[in-house]
């Protein structure tokens, strides 16, 4: 099966500035994750959809951060503005009924 | 609140060694267990996983783990460590109920593996 595709991989901006990222999931993976991983720790999770639901965004910083799926494929992960502590790299993660996890390369963003 | 620890931020072991890597959970009831595997610039890749049953688990690239419930422990193992398996390592938990598995990763043990 394909996995996970990503874009773009690398990123750099400007504090204040903008930026979306792109998550295309593993056809019919109707549960896609957002993480934010940060330098020398593990991913946290930043959102969780279901088809194109909102099942959890507790931890998302809903003051710059959004994210939509449409139609219940493709997602978008958009940073209005960007701060400092927002370098990582970003994950999507697509799962299927099988209960497991499957990721995408990320998005390694930096932002000076 | 579920947690993971990975006390060894670093292990050092020459190619050809056995490696051992700890994995300590806090968490109300058994979790889901994962462990992953991140080489540079790639995403996460799953190595195995427990759900139940035979606790000792089997995964890909010979890597094995055992879940130890009374230590609260998922440690990953492997009896002859190759030159590839130079990445970081991370163990995650979920919860076993309800339709969320939102993955609680530890912070990850980065792996050198020493000709």
């Known amino acids: 099966e394909a996995g996970v595709a990503q874009s773009p991989r690398y990123k750099i901006i400007e504090k204040r500035q903008s930026v979306a990222f792109w998550c295309n999931p593993i056809?019919?993976?109707?549960?896609l994750y957002w993480y934010q991983q940060i330098l020398g720790q593990g991913p946290k999770l930043l959102i969780q959809?279901?088809?194109?639901?909102?099942?959890?965004d507790s931890q998302l910083p809903k003051d710059r951060f959004s994210a939509e799926r449409l139609k219940g494929v493709d997602s978008t992960l958009k940073i209005q503005p960007a701060k400092l502590e927002d370098s990582a790299v970003y994950l999507c993660?697509?799962?299927?009924?099988?209960?497991?996890?499957?990721f995408g390369p990320g998005t390694r963003l930096t932002v000076l | 609140a579920q947690s993971v620890t990975q006390p060894d931020i670093h292990i050092t072991v020459s190619e050809g060694a056995s490696l051992e890597l700890r994995c300590n959970y806090s968490?109300?009831?058994?979790?889901?267990l994962f462990w992953y595997v991140q080489s540079p610039g790639q995403g996460l890749q799953l190595l195995l996983k427990y759900f139940s049953g035979d606790t000792l688990v089997q995964g890909i690239k010979g890597f094995e783990a055992e879940f130890k419930r009374s230590q609260s422990s998922f440690n990953l193992r492997k009896p002859s460590v190759h030159w590839s398996d130079a990445a970081e390592y991370f163990c995650a938990v979920a919860s076993p109920s309800g339709s969320a598995r939102q993955l609680t990763f530890g912070s990850g043990t980065q792996l050198t593996v020493l000709p």
């Open positions: 056809s019919g993976h109707a549960t």
């Open positions: 993660a697509a799962q299927a009924v099988t209960d497991t996890q499957y």
């Open positions: 968490y109300g009831a058994t979790p889901y």
């Open positions: 959809f279901q088809n194109n639901g909102v099942v959890d």
